[in-house]
């Protein structure tokens, strides 16, 4: 813990190469060279990792450095936010795919309304009201890529 902001910096969902492009993102978006990243820095830094900004993760941190006081990381924080920040990352990521392996009963990479209705026990209708929502080339069903798509905008 530094100062009240809490660190969770171990981590067994990371490739070294997460972890240097941390330590590369850093540095880059770090443009005074002070050591510290401020909130808008912090939101770019996000950006560029490919993180969703508009994540309980990130209110959670603006909050806690407002609650301390500081308007800024050091590396240290940033280094055990990124960390915490891309462990949640991967593991909604595995939840996803493992939610939608559940509903491609036939394994061919999509589901398609009945598949869903069956997997979810819901309606058809409601299942075609899914499909609808998330089918992006009008194929008539859902891929992972659309079907994560379709999560991500209902929990923002």
Request: some cysteine; aromatic content about 8%; glycine content about 8%.
């Amino acid at each position: 813990m530094m100062g009240n902001i809490l660190i969770m910096a171990d981590t067994e969902f990371l490739t070294a190469e997460d972890l240097k492009k941390i330590k590369t993102i850093f540095r880059d978006i770090d443009g005074n060279g002070d050591g510290r990243l401020s909130k808008h820095e912090l939101k770019r830094a996000c950006k560029t990792m490919g993180v969703r900004v508009n994540t309980e993760h990130m209110t959670t941190m603006m909050k806690t450095m407002d609650e301390c006081g500081k308007d800024y990381l050091n590396f240290q924080e940033f280094d055990a936010f990124m960390r915490d920040l891309l462990e949640a990352h991967a593991v909604e990521e595995q939840y996803l795919k493992n939610v939608f392996a559940s509903m491609d009963e036939n394994g061919d990479g999509y589901a398609t309304c009945d598949e869903i209705a069956k997997a979810l026990g819901i309606s058809r209708d409601t299942a075609l009201e899914m499909v609808n929502d998330a089918d992006k080339n009008g194929d008539g069903r859902v891929n992972y890529k659309e079907f994560a798509e379709l999560y991500r905008r209902k929990d923002e």
